[in-house]
């Protein structure tokens, strides 16, 4: 190899190994670990790992529950009974814990004509203040929720095939309301303790390539 090639560098191992942004994105729900000081941070991600487990259960169980009502109805000519008892479960389940899940990632639809007006103190003011009062709301969700959770248990009532109470398939919703109040109530303490803007503890606020940027 000549000196000139040998001063450009040609042939010579790459001095480090440089990792794409995109692969923090592809890190598994398990990995996840809150930034956020103290007990604060333990909450965020103990969070996180409950998401984790009941989203994968959830739709885990559902595709199985559906395939195997397919195979019985068309191997065996006999549907399982229960089927769509259980889809429904798993699908209060799922869409509850879900909220909680997209609270996390900033993918709840917002409405930013009158916030990308304003400058950047302002808009760190009204991001608080939309996540204290969102958190707000959940928390009196989970409240009127776990009333009519408990009105539920009052009638008695069960579920034809499976003979369960109904109010067994309800316990979800004042949970996921609750858990979605705690992340908008921890995106509001993100954003009074960091200099940027945040969506949640782990999206940055602002446009590029994509509509959010995970941290």
Do not use: C
Not at 48 to 66: F, P, T
Not at 107 to 134: C, E, N, Q, S, W
Not at 175 to 192: D, E, H, P, R
Request: proline share 5%; hydrophobic share 50%; charged share 15%.
């Amino acid at each position: 190899m000549t000196e000139p090639d040998r001063a450009q560098g040609k042939d010579a191992p790459p001095d480090e190994t440089v990792i794409p942004a995109t692969a923090v994105d592809d890190l598994p729900a398990s990995a996840y670990k809150s930034d956020l000081p103290g007990p604060l941070g333990w909450i965020d991600t103990g969070i996180a790992r409950i998401e984790a487990i009941l989203l994968a259960a959830g739709v885990l169980l559902m595709a199985a529950n559906s395939v195997s009502n397919v195979v019985g109805r068309f191997v065996f000519g006999s549907s399982i009974q229960a089927t769509e008892e259980v889809n429904r479960i798993l699908i209060i389940l799922i869409t509850f814990a879900g909220i909680s899940y997209a609270a996390r990632h900033g993918r709840h639809i917002r409405m930013t004509a009158f916030f990308d007006m304003l400058p950047g103190r302002g808009r760190k003011m009204l991001m608080i203040f939309i996540a204290l009062v969102t958190a707000g709301f959940m928390f009196a969700l989970t409240w009127y929720s776990w009333g009519y959770l408990q009105t539920t248990f009052g009638r008695g009532r069960v579920l034809p095939s499976l003979q369960i109470p109904v109010w067994w398939t309800l316990v979800w919703v004042p949970v996921g309301f609750f858990m979605t109040g705690l992340q908008y109530l921890l995106t509001a303490i993100k954003n009074i303790i960091e200099k940027d803007i945040y969506l949640s503890t782990n999206v940055l606020e602002g446009y590029g390539d994509e509509s959010e940027q995970e941290v």
